[in-house]
């Protein structure tokens, strides 16, 4: 087999142009699980940890650049207050060991419905950038996984890092799993609350195809927040705009829970982030 | 491939690696080296937990062709010769081994703890050892040889 | 004569250091997994996809093309018998035309390295004749479906009916309570190496639970005599029952064998599931009677478990949750019948608790549902009924030993409870809630065991004591075939050596198959049974040091004593130093030693003294429960049990700990999920056991109440801590939510989704 360790993104978008059916391999820790019970035996391995610029993360104005390379320790180390909902969930990927390689990019490419960092992204309107030896495109998050294990990401194509939004207001993180550590979601929800512009949203995980955005829960929320005053969350609310958020969920049945389940928890998991982050937000105002 | 890499402070360079092999088979078949434990290849049990670099990581997680150029230091790089590392020293005492597959893994990833947090609470303690899977001793002798180790209970 | 020498460090008793300790921490310990050996080859295993199939032909030949693969073997290349098997040799080494279970081998090949043996593995084509499977326990009992091995699908039945007629209550609770399928689920998967020996048998180095029984079953499979299959064991990465039958051992001999090379294998953790068998899933049905006072009057009780393909143990692990599934309560009429049928399932067999666990949910749960009936305290109506030393148990024996019931019960309620919030809340790292939907609840539950092998078996254990002068000193070593499985039966044999012979330097040389059967590290026996074989030989190494000191010395033998490394007079006062009188003598005694005897039942009534011993532990779970997500923080464990004596206290500390651990996983999280016969989470990715962040605080309270037939006055400590836990962790549960938990494990999944539809607390 051949190993590839280009030492810049360019040089790495040309190997990956001439080996398509390269295995990209940055963390490791979805990938090599394959490797490892040869599922996956493959021929070439484009690694990218040899790529310095990729793992790091810089300001942009309003927005963070993160480099695919970034793993989920830094994440959760340096942007906990910038990204809180991304680092809350980078917190609850795996354990030390894993987030010390684990990336961002990983989730993406890897594209499951519950990888723990996406949601995050979904709720803060986050864009992937992608890059070949034929040029560069951003894709919003929102649209780059297309079914478990499936994503927009082109063959001759890397994942480059992720813009995002720096926090406009309250966000929130919670994933439910049957275990207290260690677990991979069977709900997840991240939600960003934006006073200033009057915006809610929401990115759930685990209980689609594809991790989702509850547009109609957050219109709902929207318009039922008191924006100007400083009441507490009326009655009714957090329960409606969780009913509304487990509408925007089609989740299945697998080995982890029952579709049923999942609907629950992301309906109680949604009242709850609602609730939350409303809290903050009267907190903050005063 | 050819790889070299330092592996417990020593030099080592290798020929006709397959880069796509873990390193925890490196570590195991190539170098002879096999304190680090295969318990599950997942990254779920940490027992073959190693350094990187610096970073506790799985070395079944970690590609041999990534670790090119790099430091690694494994459960047997702990001890200074014949005087046991203070870590394992504490394991010993507080009773915290039973069958001992585990134990390699867990004593790096509490080394690399008290690197990071020379004075973990116990919240901390949990939350930094729940990637290392131990079946014969319920954690409690193990957090109780970290709190030893991090010098806030007496060995006894 | 008993020499306690206060002198000699590391005695019975002492809190000692394990011997194997530090080179464990170092990460220089050998387990199976690491050995090596020059020449050595890796084996893999072919094994069936489909639970039911007949194998119609097997093609080897793109395997055995292959660069790098030495050989492969299927039954036809079984020089001696293709069966193997604990209780029934029902069980083929590699599938002669039937494959009964997904995962059961069909073929076996060796390879230069553990890749190319992996691919080859694949690379071997096996035609297969689907069979539809019998996968439903049920219809098994009934008789449905196909007959899986001659004889019928009913591999045991226990039948206990002590009294006679079932007779008027004044409360009735019935309820009917299911167990999932646990996994061991041992850290270090399955291994070992078999080396050719020169005289055309072989050396075996593996992990195992029991030297001899692998050795016998191996005998027959290679058509070797006992001489010629020498087995030593190698670093075992935990047993827990898991290693009671043969996985890789048969196979890796008979590569090496053919090939004339040594041969290791090794399971990965998805292999390993299917390696070795698991815990007895359990549906059981029962029927409590009492009197308005709160008196057990009758418990009827009807246990099915499924033992998947092969019988394995199950035979008396539908004794053991036969005989104790009325608990440890005075009971005048019970009527019980536990059954274990064949399916084309997962082999099960035996798991730490081995059929006590699956009753303990059902019975426990039952006096939960009958104290409520009754409006009395859970722990109230427990004592009402506890058996103490004299009571009869279910199966008529009456309780010999001590039966601490009541105490280890109230020793438990009396302790401090928590105070809240716990640090950590349900749903862990996951952030789930600050608070909302969280209830705190508190369950008990009590349990009772057998320790060492019952019904008659020829229970024993070997050992060999050698006592000789090294440097000037005296230095002991002692030989059993006893399995260390990582519970300290290392530490503890050399502990006995050090009291009995009053020597400091003692040596436990690796347990092999050089000295007489051990029995098995299991049923909570090890330290009595081997415990009391070291303590015999070294009584006999002891006597004959007198006699040999008597002519030394010039003092009768009567008057000698031997401590400290030194004999005294207690006629004269001399002393000599023990090495002095030892000069270049070496004593060396092997000695067997046996437990009280035990009958089987009768197997109509199933009365009789059928057990050794009864060991006895009781829990209080706290909980708190998140209702609307069903999440389960256990916040404190505390477990109280009656031990005899503490050999090696921490030792004892860690099994108790260990125990709690796997109990909580079996109330909680573990279960080998299995439909159509195939096993869904082969991972520890889906297959959970409990994290740090999952194990509660735990409180100990050791009782050393010593008994009078066991050596020092030990009970087995190895079980008891699991067997109650998840009936009082459910228990817990129960009173957080106020639902009917039936099923272990509790999922969240169950929990939220009976609340949410309104058969719980009201939200």
């Known amino acids: ?286 | 491939m050819k790889l070299c890499c330092t592996v417990n402070g020593e030099w080592c360079a290798l020929d006709d690696v397959a880069g796509s092999e873990s390193l925890l088979r490196l570590l195991r078949e190539r170098l002879r080296l096999p304190g680090t434990k295969n318990a599950c290849e997942q990254g779920e049990c940490g027992s073959c937990t190693v350094y990187v670099d610096g970073e506790s990581v799985c070395s079944c997680l970690v590609a041999a062709g990534q670790v090119d150029g790099s430091d690694i230091v494994t459960v047997e790089g702990l001890a200074d010769g014949a005087d046991a590392h203070p870590v394992q020293e504490a394991f010993v005492s507080a009773g915290a081994v039973q069958c001992g597959f585990c134990t390699p893994g867990l004593v790096v990833a509490a080394h690399a703890l008290l690197a990071r947090t020379p004075d973990p609470t116990d919240a901390e303690l949990r939350e930094a050892l729940a990637g290392n899977l131990c079946r014969c001793t319920g954690y409690e002798k193990i957090f109780d040889a970290v709190r030893i180790a991090a010098g806030k209970t007496e060995a006894t | 004569m008993t020499t306690v020498d206060r002198a000699v460090r590391d005695t019975v008793g002492a809190p000692v250091r394990r011997a194997d300790g530090m080179p464990k921490v170092r990460g220089e310990f050998a387990f199976s997994s690491d050995l090596d050996a020059p020449g050595m080859l890796w084996g893999a295993t072919v094994r069936s996809p489909h639970p039911h199939a007949r194998v119609l032909r097997i093609d080897a030949s793109a395997a055995t093309a292959m660069n790098g693969v030495r050989a492969v073997l299927t039954h036809h290349d079984i020089p001696g018998a293709n069966r193997f098997g604990l209780e029934r040799r029902d069980q083929p080494v590699l599938a002669a035309g039937l494959v009964r279970y997904a995962g059961e081998p069909v073929a076996i090949v060796a390879a230069d390295d553990p890749v190319t043996a992996s691919r080859a593995a694949k690379a071997i084509v096996v035609e297969y004749d689907v069979l539809e499977p019998l996968t439903d326990p049920e219809e098994a009992l009934r008789g449905a479906g196909p007959e899986l091995h001659e004889g019928g699908n009913i591999v045991a039945h226990r039948r206990i009916r002590k009294g006679s007629g079932i007779p008027e209550a004044d409360v009735v609770v019935t309820g009917t309570y299911e167990v999932g399928m646990q996994d061991q689920a041992f850290l270090g998967p399955e291994s070992c190496l078999a080396v050719p020996g020169g005289d055309g048998g072989i050396d075996l180095l593996c992990s195992t639970q029991w030297l001899h029984i692998d050795r016998d079953q191996l005998c027959d499979v290679l058509a070797l005599p006992e001489d010629k299959v020498r087995l030593t064991l190698s670093g075992v990465g935990g047993a827990f029952g898991g290693r009671e039958d043969l996985s890789v051992q048969a196979h890796a001999c008979l590569l090496a064998l053919r090939l004339g090379r040594p041969v290791k294998m090794v399971y990965d953790r998805e292999e390993s599931f299917a390696g070795h068998v698991h815990r007895h899933p359990a549906w059981l049905e029962y029927e409590h009677g009492a009197t308005k006072e709160g008196k057990l009057v009758y418990v009827k009780a009807r246990i099915l478990l499924d033992g998947g393909a092969y019988a394995s143990t199950s035979h008396a692990v539908t004794g053991n949750a036969g005989c104790f599934a009325a608990g440890p309560y005075e009971v005048p009429v019970v009527h019980v019948d536990s059954y274990s049928v064949y399916t084309n399932n997962p082999p099960c067999g035996a798991m730490r608790g081995f059929g006590a666990v699956q009753a303990c949910f059902g019975y426990e749960s039952q006096m939960d549902k009958l104290a409520a009936a009754l409006e009395l305290d859970p722990v109230e109506l427990r004592l009402r009924n506890a058996v103490r030393t004299g009571s009869a148990m279910a199966t008529g024996q009456r309780i010999h030993g001590p039966a601490p019931v009541a105490e280890l019960l109230t020793r438990v309620r009396d302790m401090p409870l928590p105070g809240e919030p716990d640090v950590l809340r349900p749903g862990g790292t996951g952030n789930t809630t600050d608070g909302e939907g969280v209830r705190r609840g508190v369950g008990y539950g009590v349990s009772v065991k057998n320790i060492c092998k019952s019904l008659g078996y020829d229970d024993y254990g070997t050992a060999r004591v050698r006592l000789a002068v090294a440097g000037g000193e005296p230095v002991v070593s002692v030989h059993t075939a006893a399995a260390e499985v990582g519970q300290g039966l290392v530490t503890v044999q050399a502990q006995i050596a050090r009291t009995e012979l009053g020597v400091d330097e003692v040596t436990v040389v690796p347990a092999d198959t050089a000295v007489g059967d051990a029995g098995t590290s299991s049923a909570s026996r090890q330290t009595w049974v081997s415990g009391g074989a070291v303590k015999a030989a070294c009584d006999a190494v002891r006597e004959a040091v007198l006699v040999a000191a008597a002519s030394v010395c010039g003092e009768p033998a009567a008057d000698l004593r031997l401590e400290e490394g030194h004999l005294a007079s207690a006629a004269t006062g001399r002393t000599w130093r023990l090495a002095d009188v030892l000069g270049d003598r070496v004593i060396d005694e092997t000695r067997v030693y046996r437990h009280r005897e035990t009958f089987p039942l009768d197997p109509e009534t199933g009365q009789g003294d059928g057990h050794v011993a009864f060991a006895f532990a009781a829990h209080r779970a706290v909980v708190d429960v998140d209702v609307d997500l069903g999440l389960v923080r256990v916040v404190e464990i505390a477990c109280a049990e009656d031990v005899g004596r503490a050999m090696n206290p921490p030792a004892v500390e860690g099994q108790m700990h260990g125990g709690i651990a796997q109990g909580l996983g079996l109330a909680l999280m573990e279960e080998i999920q299995v439909e159509g016969g195939l096993i869904r989470n082969p991972s520890f990715t889906d297959y959970l056991i409990p994290t740090t962040l999952d194990m509660p605080a735990v409180k100990l309270d050791i009782l050393e109440l010593p008994r009078d037939d066991s050596p020092y006055g030990l009970t087995g400590v190895g079980e008891p801590s699991l067997l109650s836990c998840p009936a009082a962790v459910v228990a817990a549960i129960r009173d957080a939510t106020g639902v009917d938990v039936t099923r272990i494990p509790v999922r969240p999944d169950a929990l939220a989704t009976t609340v949410e539809a309104g058969r719980g607390d009201p939200l």
Not at chain 1, 21 to 29: F, K, P, Q
Not at chain 1, 32 to 45: A, E, S, Y
Not at chain 1, 182 to 189: H, K, Q
């Open chain 1, 1 to 286: 087999m051949r190993f590839l360790r280009p030492g810049t993104m360019a040089e790495a978008c040309a190997l990956k142009a001439e080996y398509p059916d390269a295995l990209v391999i940055a963390g490791g820790t979805d990938v090599m699980v394959g490797v490892n019970f040869g599922r996956t035996d493959p021929l070439v391995m484009l690694d990218l940890t040899g790529i310095g610029e990729l793992a790091q993360w810089r300001s942009s104005g309003e927005d963070i650049h993160i480099g695919a390379g970034l793993t989920y320790s830094r994440i959760v180390a340096e942007l906990g207050d910038a990204l809180p909902a991304l680092a809350s969930a980078s917190r609850t990927v795996g354990s030390v060991q894993i987030r010390n390689r684990a990336t961002l990019a990983g989730n993406l490419g890897t594209a499951s419905p519950a990888g723990d960092a996406l949601p995050p992204l979904l709720a803060a309107d986050a864009a992937v950038e992608l890059v070949s030896a034929g040029g560069a495109r951003t894709v919003p998050a929102t649209e780059f996984c297309v079914a478990p294990g499936r994503s927009v990401l082109q063959r001759d194509e890397l994942i480059a890092g992720v813009r995002i939004a720096r926090r406009r207001g309250p966000q929130h993180f919670a994933k439910v799993g049957p275990r207290n550590a260690m677990v991979i979601a069977v709900a997840s929800i991240a939600t960003t609350m934006d006073p200033a512009n009057r915006t809610v949203a929401v990115g759930c995980g685990a209980v689609a195809p594809t991790p989702v955005r509850a547009r109609a829960a957050e219109e709902f929320a929207a318009a039922a927040l008191d924006w100007n005053g400083e009441a507490v969350l009326p009655k009714g609310t957090a329960a409606e705009f969780g009913a509304l958020v487990a509408d925007a969920c089609s989740p299945i049945d697998d080995v982890r829970a029952g579709a049923r389940y999942r609907r629950r928890a992301i309906e109680v998991l949604a009242g709850r982030a609602l609730r939350r982050m409303w809290d903050e937000h009267l907190r903050r105002v005063e």
